[in-house]
């Protein structure tokens, strides 16, 4: 295991977490404006991370593939 795959175990994780924070933000938020950019903005990393999609790999090439 090179050192990209142990940043992409890392980031897939981070991502998950960060998404449901973000989401768990425009719940708490309630019916204004703001909740719904919350929804989305916490949508994106939380899907990047159930999908296991790692931009870092994408650029650098160095990760090996499931």
Known sequence: MNTYDKIRSFCQKFRIIIGL???TIGFLLGDGSLSWSWWYLGL???MAGLLDFCPIC????KCSTK
Not at 58 to 61: G, N, P, V
């Open 21 to 23: 924070i973000a989401i």
């Open 58 to 61: 994408i650029i650098s090439k």
């Open 44 to 46: 994106l990393p939380l």
